[in-house]
């Protein structure tokens, strides 16, 4: 069954480094999402992507942050000059539309900012 | 804002009961999607409604639009069944999914 993978699957990184974290989508979806988990906290939405660019980002996705698609199948989450409050449980997703269509997630990478 | 709401937050049952798991949202939606979080932490989407009832294997989501609430019903409920239930919903033409808390479900045996 086609998946959402992400890498890595856990980075520890020291506070003001850049760091980028990896999504493969599913290969035929359109729609990339990004979301963060503070830990014990819900699921907060980031960015959503479509024909390469922004189509809709919260106000939590300051200057920060930045999503590119580098080729066909990579995205990619950039975070410039990480905050220790940037720690969290990233989720990468991807759907074929965007209104009523499923949406599937990775596994998430968990970001450690020290 | 659309502001979601799930009921209970933490849930205890034992093996073969029936388990329900309600979400509320305030807002008028395009779709609600269930999602089970395990451990771990990665998410694996359960349903996608947008009106009515969906059932999958011993999992039935139903929804009512015009009291915007779903339900999640997990039948002869199984220790493996032991997650992180969450309900999420998209609001009109916009791309993202806006979460509950969650409700965390624990089956013994």
């Known amino acids: 069954e086609p998946e959402v993978t992400q890498t890595p699957s856990h980075q520890v990184t020291q506070m003001g480094q850049e760091v980028i974290l990896r999504c493969v989508p599913i290969s035929n979806h359109l729609y990339f999402y990004w979301y963060r988990q503070i830990l014990g906290q819900k699921v907060e939405f980031l960015v959503s992507f479509y024909n390469n660019e922004i189509s809709e980002k919260s106000e939590i996705f300051d200057d920060q942050f930045s999503v590119e698609r580098p080729d066909g199948s990579n995205f990619t989450l950039k975070i410039r000059s990480t905050k220790l409050e940037d720690s969290a449980m990233y989720f990468c997703a991807s759907s074929e539309g965007f209104s009523n269509t499923e949406a599937f997630f990775g596994q998430g990478t968990r970001l450690t900012v020290v | 804002k659309n502001e979601v709401e799930q009921s209970p937050q933490n849930l205890t049952a034992q093996e073969g009961e029936f388990i329900t798991i309600n979400c509320s949202y305030s807002v008028g939606i395009s779709a609600l999607h269930w999602l089970q979080q395990h451990p771990g932490g990665g998410i694996v989407s359960l349903f996608m409604?947008?009106?009515g009832k969906k059932k999958h294997g011993r999992l039935i989501a139903t929804i009512n639009i015009q009291e915007k609430h779903s339900s999640l019903h997990i039948t002869a409920s199984h220790p493996r069944d032991s997650a992180v239930y969450i309900c999420a919903v998209r609001t009109g033409t916009a791309s993202k999914l806006t979460f509950g808390t969650g409700t965390r479900l624990q089956v013994t045996l």
């Open positions: 409604l947008s009106s």
